[in-house]
Structures are given as C-alpha cells and as structure tokens.
C-alpha cells in the first residue's frame, strides 16, 4: 500500500460519520470511496454530500467491497460488535468509534476475529493520537513529575437530555459512562495502566443508565486515580497528574489540549502547548494519519491504540458498571464477569 491513498468506507451517516468524513476528505493521502446505512436513502444523501461514489443500502455491501482499505465505523455504540464483526469476517481493516463495544465480552470477540482473519483494528480513541497528549505521556513515562501517586479525570455535559434521547436509552448503551467516562477512564489507561481495584457510585436514571458516574481505581503501586462523568452538569472537563516530584494539570478539554502545565517542585511553572494547526477536531485527522501509517507498514494494530490497552478499558468500564449495577438489554452475567476486579459494592441507586 506504500505510496497510494489509503481507501476508506465510511459504516453510518450520523453525526460523528460526518465530522470524521469532512476529515479524511482534507487529508491528500486519503480517498473516501464508499459509505453504508441500514437505508439506501441515507447513504445516498451522505455520498452526495461528500461526494462519494459507492452508496450502499446495508452493512454488508461495504464489508464485501474489495476497492476498501479499511472501514470506519460510527454506528451506534451497541451495534460495534455486529458491524465491525461484519467487516472483520469479510477481510476489512477497521477502525471502531469509541467506546469500542458494549462490553468486555464483545471487544474481546472483535480483537479474536481481527487476528484470526489477519486484518488492522483499531479503536478510534484520538486522544492517544494527539501530539500534546503523547508529549504529556512521553514527560511522565520519562519521571518528569516522579512516581505518579494520584490522576483526576473528569467529563460531563449539562443537558438535560430528555429520557427519549439515545443518552439515555438502555438499548442503545446510553448513560454517560460510555459516552463519556470512556475518556477519563482511558486517560488513567494511558497513565497508569488497568486498575487492580474498582469501586463506584452513580446516580441512575428511571431507565436504568447511570446520569453520573464516580469510580475511584486503585493500583498496586499505590497511584489512586478518581474519574467522573455525567450527563447532568457540564463539569470543568480536566485532567490533573500528581507525582511525587512534580504535577500536570490539563485544563479544559484534556482529551484534546491546547496546552498543559508542569509543576515541578522547587522550579517555575513551565507550559507546553499545541502546535497552532492543531484545532479541536485535528486529533481526527492525526488518528486516521496513524490508522493509514499502520496500515502502509502491514501492521495489523497500532502501538498508540494497542488493542490490549482497549480490552483493559473496557474490563475496567464493565467493572464500573458491575459496582453501580447499570446492565444493557440482552447481557447475560456473563457479559461482565470480565470486567470484575475486588469486591463489588453495594451501588447507590437514586432515580432522577
């Protein structure tokens, strides 16, 4: 593939399929040839919009395409494992819209049939993809701050969402865990590893999702990291590192900085921002430059977004989960028992 565009499929038409489309489409080493929805009409009006030329009225017309590099797929989250299954099955590459799957048991069959069948997947986590978050990393791999003792993480929007909107319907994986706790659970992921220990606390809706969710992971080098997340009050959206020589704070969208300070004891603050050209929404176009590097060099996953790292986010959020007793339909028990690290608590459940 070395030395020609990379060709993308593009496996829904939504919100999220749009904004990573206008992307790929800016980007010279990058061709969008064909787009899928569960209706024709749908696919249609997206190819027209981004002037595509394959539109097709289902999943597995894009999956049995043989012009597609590697699909995108940005279907709702509780459809992950069925239309990334499809694409995996028939020989694509992927690259799957956080949070990955529903659940442990489903990453950890999608990451299966990725190797068995030999192709790329990825999980589109673009925050690792992010030049500031991985000089953030690199400074505290590198003991710029000493050993890590505590990581705060927090994520939520104001709302309100009313109780039709897919935020907050069970068979959709709604609840602000998955779409948002993703985020800071994913930031101690990067930091500090998989947790030994889970515990948490949410406040349920009446449909049985968690509107906010606090979970304090513990590590068995002593680091505690408190993460939160919600979809009842915008929260300050920042993330904070403390070590035992020094500190990281990451102001305002730590998923996507424009800039972060280290403090380190005894000398002047010292800032480290973003390169200009790096908007908001540019770590989409640094992950699909990952996806197509990776791809270019025949290697099947991507060491920013290294698939064990996804299977542990996802144990940790089926743990998180376990502890405040949110259950999707169509789980069986089994379905969490991956994620189960400690002793359970007794959640609090408080109907809003």
Not at 60 to 84: F, K, Q
Not at 209 to 214: A, N, S
Not at 218 to 236: F, M, N
Not at 255 to 272: C, I, T
Request: proline share 6%; with cysteine.
């Amino acid at each position: 593939m070395t030395g020609q565009k990379v060709r993308w499929g593009i496996l829904a038409t939504g919100g999220m399929a749009a904004t990573f489309t206008a992307d790929l489409v800016d980007l010279p080493d990058a061709e969008v040839v064909a787009v899928a929805s569960r209706t024709e009409a749908s696919a249609k009006a997206f190819a027209e919009r981004f002037g595509i030329a394959r539109a097709y009225g289902g999943w597995e017309s894009l999956a049995r395409d043989e012009d597609v590099d590697v699909v995108y797929v940005a279907t709702p989250h509780s459809a992950h494992r069925a239309a990334a299954g499809l694409c995996l099955e028939a020989g694509r590459n992927v690259l799957c819209e956080k949070p990955f799957t529903l659940n442990a048991r489903e990453a950890a069959e999608l990451v299966a049939l990725a190797r068995e069948n030999g192709v790329f997947l990825m999980e589109a986590m673009w925050m690792y993809c992010n030049p500031l978050v991985r000089r953030l990393k690199e400074l505290v791999d590198g003991g710029a701050i000493g050993e890590v003792r505590s990581l705060q993480a927090d994520f939520g929007l104001a709302g309100p969402f009313p109780p039709a909107h897919r935020l907050r319907d069970p068979a959709q994986g709604g609840g602000a865990l998955l779409d948002l706790g993703v985020y800071p659970v994913s930031f101690a992921q990067l930091l500090l590893g998989e947790p030994s220990d889970v515990a948490a606390r949410a406040v349920l809706s009446e449909e049985g999702v968690d509107l906010q969710t606090g979970a304090l992971l513990s590590y068995d080098g002593g680091a505690l990291a408190s993460v939160h997340c919600s979809i009842t009050g915008g929260t300050p959206n920042s993330a904070s590192i403390t070590g035992s020589e020094g500190r990281i704070d990451v102001p305002y969208g730590f998923f996507f900085p424009d800039h972060f300070v280290l403090h380190r004891d005894g000398q002047d603050p010292q800032e480290f921002r973003a390169d200009p050209a790096d908007g908001p929404r540019a770590s989409l176009k640094h992950e699909a430059r990952e996806v197509m590097r990776a791809l270019r060099a025949g290697e099947t996953e991507s060491p920013l977004v290294p698939l064990e790292g996804t299977l542990a986010v996802m144990r940790t959020l089926d743990a998180i989960r376990d502890r405040v007793g949110v259950r999707y339909p169509g789980e069986t028990e089994e379905a969490g028992e991956a994620g189960e690290q400690g002793e359970a608590a007794e959640p609090v459940v408080t109907p809003a």
